[in-house]
């Protein structure tokens, strides 16, 4: 398979520093934290709002979204739920592409964030303008990127995936004879030419998350727990999807978990999905596949730093005042970019998967 140039040292080095410099949440008593979930609450009838929150953020956070209606899940489900919820204002508790993705469906609604800090180490070793260049340079390829992506990104593109459906729309463009851009991510890009056979040229975006997850000490996890499954996520290295039991999207992990009949799973993904997978497979033991090494450091120890920074603090002061915290998108971007995400929603719905 062919590669894209690699990302720029420089950005690299830029982009581990962001991710080491995330804002971290205070840690609240339980009386701090019953009188938020109260007050926001109360503030969500008031504003006629709903929470959308992605599975890696705190646990407290995916509690009170299903306490209030809202919904918890992957990036695909995400976006379905805000375009089908009449709520008049989407309160999407996860990183920045997901709030654009929400006002991309939903210009009519507001669209707020805790923090619009929260960025995605995918998105930001995509810029725009070299992203485009390089496709300039291949016209004859179909442009095909994940969700993980800016708003600019996803409007110079043709189609939006997720991990959920990355193999199956590969797969169609494939069996029509097309040739792919798939961007940003290396591994996902790797792991569906893969699955497909599809011709790809692969941009070489990295998450800060699944990149880290060392083969080395999965390997001695496994020796460890001989009876273990493994379950990982595509967004990790190839040495470790290698050894993995099942590979899929956050949906399709927790899936995977709940069908398992080992007793013990390790699992590649961000920790914060371990809450809906303890809540489906409450009697298995989960453990996370070791980051950096025994003795290297890590820039997200299995976390996303991005999605740590959703807070039930900044989620109560956003619904009070939402004044700078509040997705837009110019319009041209906005309507160049709905095209190739509505194509994936439909594509999807065709097969039944949202
Ligand atoms: S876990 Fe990785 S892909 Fe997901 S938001 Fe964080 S940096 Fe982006």
Redesign the pocket.
Known sequence: MAKAPEIPLQLVEEIRSK?LSAPRPRSLTPGQRDALFEKIESLLKQKNAVLIT?Y?VDEQLQILTDATGGYVGDSLGMADFGNRHPATMLVVV??R??GESAKILNPEKRVVMPDLV??????LSCPIDSFSAFCDQHPDRTVVVYA?TSAEVKARSDWVVTSSNAVDIVAYLHGRGEKIIFAP?RHLGNYVQKKTGADIINWQGF?????EFKASELRRLMQEHPDAQVIAHP?SPAEVLAMADAIGSTTQLINAAKASKAETLIVA??FGLFHKMHQAAPDKKLLAVPTGGDSAACV?CAH????AINSLDNLAAVLEDSQGHEITIEESVRRNAMVPIERMLEFSRSQGKV
């Open positions: 991710a992605h890696y996860g990183v592409f997901m929260a960025d995605c180490s995918l998105d993980n991510d998450c800060v998350v699944h990149d967004e993904t961000d997200s996303c730093p991005w999605m």
